[in-house]
Structures are given as C-alpha cells and as structure tokens.
C-alpha cells in the first residue's frame, strides 16, 4: 500500500515530514517505508520537480521499483507541493497504474478562506507584490477549490474512496498536534521510542512581517533569511500570526465565492457534515467596522516595523563583528531556499548553464572539512543514540568542550556545527562538540557512558588547558560534564543546574527536560563545580529562575556576572553587541574580568531585545506606567550610538 500524503500548504506538512525522515529507521521497524524515492530532503518534493525538469520517466521508473521490491511494507511519500492542480492533472507521468487500487491519499485542509490567506501571506512573504490584498482574494478566490484537485486523485488512485480528508486546526488535531494525529490515522504501532521534534518547524510571520520580508527578499534573498533568522531568536512582538491577513468582508466573500465547489467535496471526500468548512453560525452578522479595521491594521504594522528594524541593527552588528567571508567558486551558485517549496514555478532555465545550483545545508560541515580522509587533521564523529560528539584535533595546548542548546536540538541539517565552531577553529583550538537531537538535556546512559570513556581513556589529560561551555541547555552540560578534567576553564550563559523536580520544585520551564531520567550521574552540576579552575555564571538576575540557578552554585572558583536585562537568551544579545567572541575568549582563558565584562555589555542600551525584555519585566512588576519613559530613553540611546558609531 502506498499512502501519499499532499499537504495541504500551512498545514504542519514540514513538522510533519522532519519527524518521518528523523524516524524512518524506527518506522522501517514497524512495516512503514518513508519512501527515498523522490526525497532529496524530508519531503518528497523532487516528485514534482520531476516533471518540470523532464524526467518524469525516471522518477516513475523509480517510485515503482521501491514499492515492488518491498511489498510487504506500507509505503509513504510527503510533499505539499503535489497539491496543486496542475500536479494533479499530470499524476500519470509520475506514479505507475500499479498503484491505482493501492493508494490512499491524505490531505489535510484548512477553511477555504484561511487557505487563500495562507497562499497571500506565502506571496508577501516571496517579494510577489504586483496585486493589492483586494485584488488578490478577487484573482485566487476561484482557483482556490479543493474539488478539482481532489478529482484528478480520486480519478487516478481508484476512486472517491481512496481520499481522506482531514480538518486542520489545532483543536480538531489529536492532542492538537498534527504528528499524533497522522500516526494515529495510518495506525503507527508504536511512537513511544520514537524522536519527536518541535512543531511550528514552519510558523507563520504576520501578513505586516511577510510584507517586509518580501520586500527585502526582492532585493536581496539572503539578507532576508537572515533577518527571518534574528526574528526567530528574538521572538519580539508582532512578528508571527495567523487569521490576520483577512477581515471578516474578505473571509465572508471567499467563502460564498466557494460555496458550490465547497459542497461538492464535502459531499464526495468529508465524513460527516464537514461543519468545519462551513462559516460558523452567525460568523459574519455583526456589521463590518472598517474603522476599527484600519486601527488594527496599523498597530500590527508599527509592531512589525519596529521589530523589523530590531532586526536589521541586530544583523547591520552581527555582520560587523563576522570576518568577511571567502567568495564562492565562479562555478556555483547558491540555490533559494524556497526552489523545491515553488517546484511548480520553477524551471531549469532559470539555473544559468554550466552552473551548479547547490543547497548550502546539504554542504558538509566545516569541522567535517578538517577531518575527513582528504582533510589535514585527526579527529572522529560519533553518534550516541539522539546525541553524537564531532572532535578536531588541533593541536595538545587547549581543547573546548561545548554542548548543544535548545535552539540546536533536532537540527537535522548536514551542515551541523558544533557551538563555538568557528571561534575554536580560528583560534587553532582542539574542539570536541556535544550535539542534542532531542531536548533531553544529556540524560542519556549511553552519551554519559562515551564521557565516562573519554576520560578513562586519558582523552581530557591530553590537553595542556580545557574549557567548557554553552548556554541554559547547553551550560548545564558544560557545567556538569567539567568535573571529567580537573582543571577546565567554565563558561555558562543563562546557566542551568539541574531539572530534577526534588531539588528544584520551582522550576517550571522545559518541560520535555523536566521529564527526562534525573536518576542518571551527572545530574546535577552542583555535585561536581567545584573541579574547575574558573566558573563564569553569565545570568540576568530579573530571571527569576535563572537567578535561583545560579544560586544553586557556590565555590571561591565562581564568578557571577549579572547582565541585567539580557533575559534568558544572555549569549544571543551578547553576541549582538558583538562582544560574545571576546567574553568567550577571555573566559576559556580564565581572563575574564568584571569589569571589562560590565563595560562592555553597556552596548546592550541599543539592542531591541533588551528593550523588550526590559518592557517585559517592568510589565510583571505592575509598573507598566515606566514603559513609555524607558522606551525613549533606550531610543535615545540608539540614535546616540548610531551617531557616535559614524
């Protein structure tokens, strides 16, 4: 059996396809096959691609060989971009009459109108600016039905029989969560050993951020992602959204517009009365207020501005302080993140001839580089479960430790480095770098184990100095493996001691950490801090519980230092003042001092995300009347910065 998953868009299609891809062995175990064929990535997106690029033949040559030589399993292949109708219309060129009879299709749907305000927020987001919001809801209103596209896969599969539809919305998901809903409509036998990965893999900007990023984008794509990236990190106000591109006069004339094709699946492919699809009653009875309308608008669009302009500075300082990169091979070119998302758009004449389209996370890692079998440097790569290690030996005089944080767990790139990469490999530092593909915190028997190993072997006594480091996830882990070489150099940014809900019952964040083994060793770094030469505690004291952490931890050999206002993601905001490499030098060196430390981190004065944090304690300590006051004075200091910087 062949089940062939189409999306639709905006439905959680990436979460989903990272965890299939993330899991295949596990699936392959219980009689599921994620299929290879027609997958370059996680999703099976070169499906479509294939018949752009006019090997349609090969990829159905393919797709049939996978299937016959493992009749047995049940076979599943994932792209968003097979729902689309001129797709569907060419399904022929791609899957062979052996599976007519033999599929089953799965789509899961959002309400027509937040449908065609998916595909707005997608063109805004794109640079794609030549319709008015107006124009475009009249334009792609009509080619916005699902029947059609249903159609031509019911006629090719076998029949109406052969769709199942499935309402996307968190409270109709199983556990509102779309991963669990799926497994349990193909009847996965077993999840419980399986790794999960963080939903929103694929979150919505708001319309008034997908506009300023398409604008940007047109310009210059790079630049765009990279401020795409920041706004991630930073997660400010006003920046991610859903149903707000659309008022209740444009929901209320796409769904009328699509009311007869809406009645016809419903009628052929919906269990049920489809009461999902439907306007809720009395949805649209209130009169439209198109005052009221605007106001809202523009308060989301000075929301978007402003964090846009956060984000622009926080780069303008990233790229400052980043050593200008070396230029690519006159033979490539960088392909667009998004080529394989618009396969339908794409065609091979738009790649100059004799140029290379590369994908830069499919490139190796530049650790990788060094110790390969071409490479000039001894090292290894070792995979422990949901964990692994990367080691580059540079030489006996250092090597740092670092460890995974969240924000790392469950990448699934290839071009994976370990924290702190570049800065060891500048320095000619040995580097052994602890990933996390899952946010587990290293309560792993099997990573402690390696650890455990690495240090009865002489591994960490090789080494003239050592230093470990990382930040909340990934501090815990410097702080509590450091005890393995006597001696090391320790470096935590919004340091965390231990999960273990005995020994803090306060703690309620991270709650996948929470639920991890404490039973294991090295569970909690107050155990072990006090082997180390120089500890650094790098921590907001407005975190409360980043505050009580801290606390946890005593010793002649600590240092804290109190960067107010930094809130827990202490090591970003450092890093965009732009002095994360010297507090990462100065503290793997044990240099670090107080003093140059609370000097330099004044800077933060001029980053957005200072301010927000700030907002965002002056706002839990009911004093919400300081905020207008705060917020001029931190412009103030900005524009004095930006003048001084001149």
Not at 377 to 403: M, Q
Not at 416 to 424: I, V
Request: hydrophobic share 40%; charged share 25%.
């Amino acid at each position: 059996m062949l089940i062939l998953h189409i999306g639709s868009p905006k439905t959680g299609t990436t979460a989903l396809q990272s965890f299939m891809s993330k899991n295949e062995d596990a699936l392959r175990a219980q009689g599921i096959n994620y299929m290879k064929a027609g997958r370059a990535g996680p999703a099976h997106n070169q499906i479509s691609m294939a018949t752009i690029r006019g090997d349609a033949d090969a990829m159905r040559k393919a797709l049939a060989e996978e299937y016959l030589s493992q009749p047995d399993m049940i076979h599943f292949a994932s792209s968003e971009t097979l729902f689309r109708f001129a797709m569907a219309r060419k399904l022929g060129h791609v899957f062979d009459p052996i599976f007519k009879g033999q599929t089953r299709v799965i789509a899961y749907l959002r309400r027509q109108d937040s449908y065609v305000e998916s595909l707005y927020k997608q063109h805004m987001k794109k640079g794609r600016l030549e319709f008015t919001k107006d124009e475009f809801v009249k334009e792609q209103t009509p080619k916005a039905g699902y029947n059609a596209i249903l159609s031509h896969y019911a006629r090719h599969f076998g029949g109406d029989d052969c769709i199942t539809i499935r309402p996307y919305h968190r409270k109709v998901l199983k556990n509102n969560n779309i991963i669990e809903d799926f497994c349990d409509l193909i009847k996965v036998p077993d999840m419980s050993k399986m790794e999960n990965i963080q939903l929103d893999a694929n979150p919505s900007f708001s319309v008034e951020m997908s506009e300023l990023l398409g604008i940007l984008g047109a310009q210059d794509g790079t630049k765009a992602r990279n401020i795409a990236r920041i706004l991630f990190e930073q997660q400010p106000e006003g920046v991610f959204g859903s149903y707000d591109a659309f008022n209740a006069r444009d929901r209320e004339y796409i769904l009328a517009t699509l009311a007869d094709d809406r009645e016809k699946f419903i009628s052929r492919f919906v269990d049920g009365d489809g009461a999902f699809f439907h306007p809720e009653p009395g949805e649209f009875d209130t009169p439209f207020d198109e005052v009221a309308d605007m106001r809202a608008t523009l308060e989301r669009k000075n929301k978007a501005v402003e964090a846009f302009i956060g984000a622009y500075e926080a780069l303008h300082a990233e790229e400052a302080a980043a050593p200008p990169a070396p230029a690519a091979p006159p033979s490539e070119t960088t392909a667009d993140t998004d080529a394989q998302t618009d396969a339908a758009e794409t065609t091979t004449a738009d790649v100059p001839e004799g140029h290379l389209v590369v994908n830069a996370d499919a490139l190796p890692p530049t650790w990788f580089e060094e110790i390969y079998p071409g490479g000039t440097r001894p090292g290894f790569y070792h995979k422990v479960g949901a964990y692994a290690a990367s080691f580059v030996d540079r030489g006996p005089e250092k090597l740092v430790v670092s460890f995974d944080n969240l924000h790392n767990a469950g990448d699934t790139r290839m071009r994976r480095e370990p924290w702190a990469q570049k800065l060891c490999a500048d320095h000619g530092w040995s580097h052994l770098g602890i990933y996390a593909q899952a946010p587990t915190w290293f309560r792993d028997m099997d990573l402690i184990a390696f650890m455990e190993k690495l240090a009865a072997d002489g591994f960490f006594a090789r080494f003239e100095t050592s230093g470990f480091a990382g930040t909340s996830m990934g501090a815990f882990g410097a702080l509590t493996f450091s005890r393995l070489s006597p001696g090391a150099q320790v470096v935590a940014f919004s340091p965390q001691t231990t999960l273990d809900t005995d020994k803090v019952p306060w703690e309620h964040r991270f709650a996948k950490g929470r639920a991890a083994d404490w039973t294991l060793p090295f569970s909690d770094a107050a155990d072990g801090i006090g082997e180390a030469k120089n500890v650094y505690l790098i921590y907001d004291p407005f975190d409360d519980n980043d505050r009580k952490q801290a606390k946890r931890l005593s010793g002649d050999n600590i240092t804290t230092l109190r960067a107010i206002g930094l809130g827990h993601k202490s090591a970003l905001v450092i890093n965009r003042m732009g002095h994360l490499k010297m507090v990462m030098e100065q503290g793997l060196n044990g240099t670090l001092d107080p003093s140059a430390f609370y000097q330099a981190i004044r800077d933060r004065r001029a980053i957005f995300l200072y301010r927000k944090t700030m907002e965002g304690y002056l706002k839990k300590q009911g004093r919400e009347h300081h905020i207008p006051g705060f917020t001029r004075a931190f412009r103030m200091a900005k524009r004095r910065a930006a003048q001084a910087g001149q």
